[in-house]
């Protein structure tokens, strides 16, 4: 399959991968990117979409406030955390 | 009586006639699983404690005069849904430690019926699978065709509920995943129409494919749990505002003789093609041949796309799955792996957190995803599922249901396959097409092979059909061993 650049796809995936990994998946992924490739015979040119299983159209609902996570509960998962803030690297330099 | 072996429908007959207590049962059922852990491996977390409790509050409410639906009545529930102070993994080593700080919508659902939730069962990671091998915490194993796969993704709440390690189960089902294992654990799965249940707290796999629904031994029983679960949630806004019917009606007022008088079962002849094991072929005929002796006409139909299902699937739900995995980053919950780089800590977290499997399917929705191969892949692919959508609703204006077997062949040994990806990918063929169509299917135990292994067949019905599922399936259902 021309084109498929395993760097390239798991960088925007952001996965890092072992030598090991490279190989295996780039092979794999080869194979199955060349399977997946049958719906390119058909004609669908006319078609829409299907994006869901069923059509859904923009659902609205009064702008009141509902009682939502306390932030406790809301950062209890964190796995590093200052006070009510998540700690993250520095990301502005 | 052997207290853990009992439906819902026993279990709820034996508790409103005081016969047992909700803990009685509950301590049943926790002595089996706890016993069985070692082998079978249902269950990533058994709550035995929680449990107990809850059990006891339920029979001081019903001494106190109360009764629900559900009162008292314990379910295992797959380790994607969010149970308020219970882990929820989703089997995956990227979501260790994580509790969960609510109640996804069909718990809540189930608390408010009185059900007890006894643990979680093993699954496949993040769903991501047909045979529960891919857990990030070890395979389960088929509690009737020892030695083989139990099916999956919800191949714990299959075991539980086949090897009478639970009462009931909720599992999830994105192309098959209730299913299948279902009918590898010959018990019965249903796959709701899309939108009829809530998907507002499960860990989202392909969210526009995914639906929970009941895993049980009896037709009866699933439909009880539907009842319970179904219906509009304004916490997802794809699920649909209409009626709830009681499912438990659906076989009433039908001739004993012939239950199925009236009804049309379409067979699609893609779904009987040269890839299909004898025995399940033979189960198949034979599920024919009783439709008719129960009163029902068979007509050959076609889905004539149907060879597109699995490269339109793989297509549409490995893109999904790219874009709900992108928040397993390491930042709100989870597992993290410190870096000073905020990207490189998101791609170590990555690393270390997902499998092999996740990783493979993450890799390809990114890729049909970028920029350059979108239009050819997962545009294509959703114009290729609007015609698989069409096949559907044509066979639909012709019969009732649809009568197809649910998978290729039988349960295969633990530990086959697993280097083979697309070899994998195909033992969903039969099933995924009811996802891409957005309709209902059910899965009812069809019999057993010589070897031992159960076999399913399954019932196709249009969006909102469930009524007719229950129907059919209730006449064509076996008596249990």
Redesign the interface.
């Known amino acids: 399959m021309p084109g498929f650049d395993i760097d390239r796809v798991a960088h925007l995936a952001r996965l890092d991968l072992t030598e090991e990994e490279r190989t295996t998946f780039g092979s794999q992924l080869e194979t199955i990117v060349a399977y997946v490739d049958r719906i390119a015979g058909l004609d669908v040119a006319d078609e829409k979409a299907t994006l869901h299983g069923h059509q859904v159209n923009n659902i609205f609902r009064a702008d009141t406030p509902v009682e939502g996570l306390e932030t406790e509960a809301a950062l209890a998962n964190a796995p590093a955390r200052i006070e009510d803030e998540i700690r993250m690297p520095r990301i502005v330099e | 009586m052997e207290l853990h072996k009992l439906t819902i429908a026993e279990a709820l007959k034996g508790l409103r006639e005081g016969t047992f207590t909700s803990v009685d049962l509950t301590q049943a059922l926790i002595n089996v699983m706890e016993a069985s852990q070692a082998d079978i491996h249902a269950y990533v977390t058994i709550d035995a404690e929680g449990a107990l409790a809850q059990a006891a509050e339920c029979d001081r409410r019903r001494a106190a005069g109360e009764d629900l639906p559900m009162l008292g009545v314990p379910i295992a529930i797959k380790d994607n849904m969010n149970v308020i102070g219970q882990p929820c993994t989703a089997s995956s080593r990227i979501l260790e430690?994580?509790?969960a700080?609510?109640d996804a919508t069909v718990i809540a659902k189930l608390r408010a019926a009185g059900a007890v939730f006894l643990g979680r069962t093993n699954m496949d990671e993040f769903a991501l699978g047909s045979t529960t091998q891919t857990s990030g915490f070890g395979p389960t194993e088929n509690p009737v065709a020892r030695g083989c796969i139990p099916g999956g993704s919800s191949g714990g709440s299959a075991a539980a509920v086949g090897g009478d390690l639970a009462i009931c189960a909720l599992g999830s089902d994105t192309g098959g995943s209730i299913r299948q294992p279902a009918s590898h654990c010959g018990i019965v799965g249903v796959k709701p129409?899309?939108?009829r249940v809530s998907r507002y707290g499960i860990v989202a796999c392909a969210s526009?494919?995914d639906?929970v629904g009941p895993m049980t031994k009896t037709v009866e029983d699933a439909a009880i749990l539907m009842n319970v679960i179904s219906g509009r949630d304004?916490m997802d806004?794809?699920s649909?505002d209409e009626p709830v019917p009681d499912y438990t009606t659906a076989w009433q007022g039908c001739d004993p003789d012939q239950p199925l008088k009236g009804m049309t079962f379409g067979i699609p002849e893609e779904y009987y093609g040269d890839g299909l094991d004898d025995e399940v072929r033979a189960f198949a005929e034979a599920m024919k041949a009783r439709v008719v002796a129960l009163g029902g006409t068979l007509k050959p139909v076609s889905l004539p796309h149907s060879?597109?299902g699995?490269?339109?699937y793989?297509?549409c739900m490995t893109a999904e799955i790219?874009a709900n995995l992108?928040r397993f980053?390491?930042?709100?919950?989870?597992?993290?792996v410190?870096?000073?780089?905020?990207?490189e800590?998101?791609?170590?977290t990555?690393?270390e957190g997902?499998g092999?499997e996740v990783?493979?399917r993450?890799?390809?929705?990114?890729?049909?995803l970028?920029s350059?191969?979108y239009d050819?892949?997962y545009?294509?692919?959703?114009?290729?599922?609007?015609?698989i959508?069409r096949d559907f609703n044509q066979a639909f204006a012709e019969c009732d249901a649809l009568l197809t077997p649910v998978t290729p062949e039988p349960a295969w040994p633990l530990g086959v396959y697993q280097d083979d990806?697309?070899r994998n990918?195909l033992s969903d063929v039969l099933t995924v097409g009811v996802?891409?169509?957005?309709c209902c299917a059910i899965a009812i135990p069809a019999g057993t092979t010589q070897a031992g292994k159960p076999v399913g067949i399954q019932l196709i019905a249009p969006?909102f059909g469930e009524m007719t599922l229950f129907k059919a399936a209730k006449a064509l259902e076996l008596p249990r061993a």
């Not at chain 2, 980053?329 to 993290?336: E, I, K, L, S, W």
């Not at chain 2, 800590?345 to 170590?348: D, I, T, V």
């Open positions: 430690g994580y509790v700080p609510y129409t899309y939108g526009s494919l639906q304004p806004a794809t649909l060879q597109y699995i490269p339109t793989y297509i790219s992108a980053d390491g930042v709100r919950y989870g597992q993290r410190p870096c000073d780089d905020v990207i800590q998101y791609k170590r990555r690393a997902f092999a990783k493979r993450v890799l390809l929705g990114t890729f049909v970028s350059g191969y050819a892949y545009n294509r692919a959703q114009k290729v599922r609007t015609l959508r990806p697309i990918y996802n891409l169509a957005g969006n």
